[in-house]
T-cell receptor, first 113, second 111 residues
């Protein structure tokens, strides 16, 4: 079982719709969770992080965390073509190396006109 | 505030040669991480340095090595280059567990 799993996509949503990106993780001791956006040929950019169960909103982005289900998601409201990118979920690795993040393979999002 | 800087941007090497990649973290960040991203693949963890010490190492052969200098900048060395080492090498820095900030990467091509 992979430590952090994401559906590779592509996830295709029309402009203006809500995009929902999902991530599951295997280690129940994980403490912090991050979403990165990566445009093709570019480096990942941090867009959201969440530590506590529930929702965290920042502009058009909402991160949702459910530690009991080991599930974290990212919602993008009013999706724009510029949101088309690969979204990487990252989880803080708790095994004595608190600062190390483990990344999923990413979900490619396509926002269509 | 200057971001994470990596050099060179592109590097072309011949199989069997050595490559050296450099990274300067954000001021105040003591941890530096190296990741490999082969074309179309996810981020594979290589090395983590903090306060000059190697803290963790990913599942890569010993010909991948590095170090962190007193000013927290870091170097990644890849010896005996193989064709499959061709990838984007990303450096990131952090302070504590607040997530990483990535540099723009070094594109290594082995021919």
């Amino acid at each position: 079982q992979k430590e952090v799993e994401q559906n590779s996509g592509p996830l295709s949503v029309p402009e203006g719709a809500i995009a929902s990106l999902n991530c599951t993780y295997s280690d129940r001791g994980s403490q912090s969770f991050f979403w990165y956006r990566q445009y093709s040929g570019k480096s990942p950019e941090l867009i959201m992080f969440i530590y506590s169960n529930g929702d965290k909103e920042d502009g058009r982005f909402t991160a949702q965390l459910n530690k009991a289900s080991q599930y974290v998601s990212l919602l993008i409201r009013d999706s724009q073509p510029s949101d088309s990118a690969t979204y990487l979920c990252a989880v803080n690795s708790p095994t004595g190396t608190a600062s190390k993040l483990t990344f999923g393979t990413g979900t490619r999002l396509q926002v269509t006109l | 505030e200057a971001g994470v800087t990596q050099s060179p941007t592109h590097l072309i090497k011949t199989r069997g040669q050595q490559a050296t990649l450099r990274c300067s973290p954000i001021s105040g960040h003591t941890s530096v991480y190296w990741y490999q991203q082969a074309l179309g693949l996810g981020l594979q963890f290589l090395l983590w340095y903090d306060e000059g010490e190697e803290r963790n190492r990913g599942n890569f052969p010993p010909r991948f090595s590095g170090r962190q200098f007193p000013n927290y900048s870091s170097e990644l060395n890849v010896n005996a280059l193989e064709l499959e080492d061709s990838a984007l090498y990303l450096c990131a820095s952090s302070r504590g567990a607040r997530g990483y900030t990535f540099g723009s990467g070094t594109r290594l091509t082995v021919v």
